[in-house]
């Protein structure tokens, strides 16, 4: 039964919400690109000046590195542990969910919380944690126009929520089968 294809959904949503710990959540720059920032959950935080160049700060938590108007950045005030918590969690129901086969009931409500996790995952992106991370930005450089661009960590959860949504529909589906077969005995 790990075979079917709702384990091969539950792999990749799993794989997917994995995606967040290679790529950053946003990257922020200035429109002329002389400053360039970036929102990453296990990445340290950086901005760099000198984006022609190719040459990327790396910087402490309270960029104190930078020297300048940078000094008074941090993302203290963006922390990363609650998206980092679901993302571990979504990875970890999805995982576990594949070798409850035998009880398809609850693994149905099992990938239900895991979408629930990974939709309240992605509220917090949007609404909180990306601009949490860019209000101390546009404090330090108060002349300057940011734009946000959000990557790949923003976007792969979105795939994972549609892989575990195919998922449960697939687990109901086998269910309906099983049921339907027993009703016709």
Known sequence: MIQRIQSFYLVLAACAMALCFMFPVAKYKTPDKQVYAQYSLI???AVDQNTEQGETAGVEDDFDQIGGNMSKLGYAKAPVWPLLTLVVLVIAIALTSIFLYGNRTRQ????????LLNVVYIFLVFIWAADAFLKPIKQ?????????????????P???CI??????NAIKRDEKKVRDADRIR
Not at 108 to 115: K, N, S, T
Not at 140 to 156: G, K, L, M, Q, R
Not at 163 to 168: E, K, V
């Open 43 to 45: 990445k340290k935080q």
């Open 108 to 115: 149905v409500r099992v990938v239900a919380v895991g979408f």
């Open 158 to 160: 979105v795939v994972s």
């Open 163 to 168: 892989l575990l949504f195919l998922a449960q």
């Open 140 to 156: 330090s450089f108060a002349n300057s126009e940011w734009v946000t661009t959000y990557s790949v960590a923003t976007w792969a």
